[in-house]
T-cell receptor, first 113, second 114 residues
Framework: GENVEQHPSTLSVQEGDSAVIKCTYSDSASNYFPWYKQELGKRPQLIIDIRSNVGEKKDQRIAVTLNKTAKHFSLHITETQPEDSAVYFCAATSNSGNTPLVFGKGTRLSVIA | DAGVTQSPTHLIKTRGQHVTLRCSPISGHKSVSWYQQVLGQGPQFIFQYYEKEERGRGNFPDRFSARQFPNYSSELNVNALLLGDSALYLC?????????????FGQGTRLTVV
């Protein structure tokens, strides 16, 4: 089955700096890669996703890149703000209909004002 | 428009007891998945249901079972509770099967087993 590794487990950045979180996956059949943000005591919220037919996707200060050959995908947050502080999870699955979302262990991002 | 709703939000049970958790998906969504999230870890897949059929099961013991009803709501049942079952149980709904469309999570049920 799929295995997703996520690094780093914790990340501290100064407000205004960029943050990068990296994930690797093992199953070459995976073709859908969402990212979720989970604030303390709240539900995971989908912030951006990418499918394997594109290499990069942007939404304002957030971008995701995908390298299918290397089985890597990354989350990039620019101009970080204190409200970006949360735990971020990457996940991977395929659209076969029989495979679940497999999550990484999470990255705790702290943005220091 | 209501999002994914789960009940109850918090629950305390004793070892050996049984628990039923409930999930109502977003209106129009036909797929419900259940995840267990232990503190400090990512969600772990338990079950996926689509159109009332089981489409996948994670590495959990037979004490865990689930079903999906004709209105697409779902129940997760756990028998013979163990201390290690203490976790946040999350339900996610999507229009299609997982991977075809975005999945949205409920706020979770915090289960404490004492």
């Amino acid at each position: 089955g799929e295995n997703v590794e996520q690094h780093p487990s914790t990340l501290s950045v100064q407000e205004g700096d960029s943050a990068v979180i990296k994930c690797t996956y093992s199953d070459s059949a995976s073709n859908y890669f969402p990212w979720y943000k989970q604030e303390l005591g709240k539900r995971p919220q989908l912030i951006i996703d990418i499918r394997s037919n594109v290499g990069e996707k942007k939404d304002q200060r957030i971008a995701v890149t995908l390298n299918k050959t290397a089985k890597h995908f990354s989350l990039h947050i620019t101009e970080t703000q204190p409200e970006d502080s949360a735990v971020y999870f990457c996940a991977a699955t395929s659209n076969s209909g029989n495979t679940p979302l497999v999550f990484g262990k999470g990255t705790r991002l702290s943005v220091i004002a | 428009d209501a999002g994914v709703t789960q009940s109850p939000t918090h629950l305390i049970k004793t070892r050996g007891q049984h628990v039923t958790l409930r999930c109502s998906p977003i209106s129009g969504h036909k797929s419900v998945s259940w995840y267990q999230q232990v503190l400090g870890q990512g969600p772990q897949f338990i079950f996926q249901y689509y159109e009332k059929e089981e489409r996948g099961r994670g590495n959990f013991p037979d004490r865990f079972s689930a079903r999906q009803f004709p209105n697409y709501s779902s129940e997760l049942n756990v028998n013979a509770l163990l201390l290690g079952d203490s976790a946040l149980y999350l339900c996610a709904s999507s229009f299609g099967v997982m991977g075809n469309t975005e999945a949205f999570f409920g706020q979770g049920t915090r289960l404490t087993v004492v």
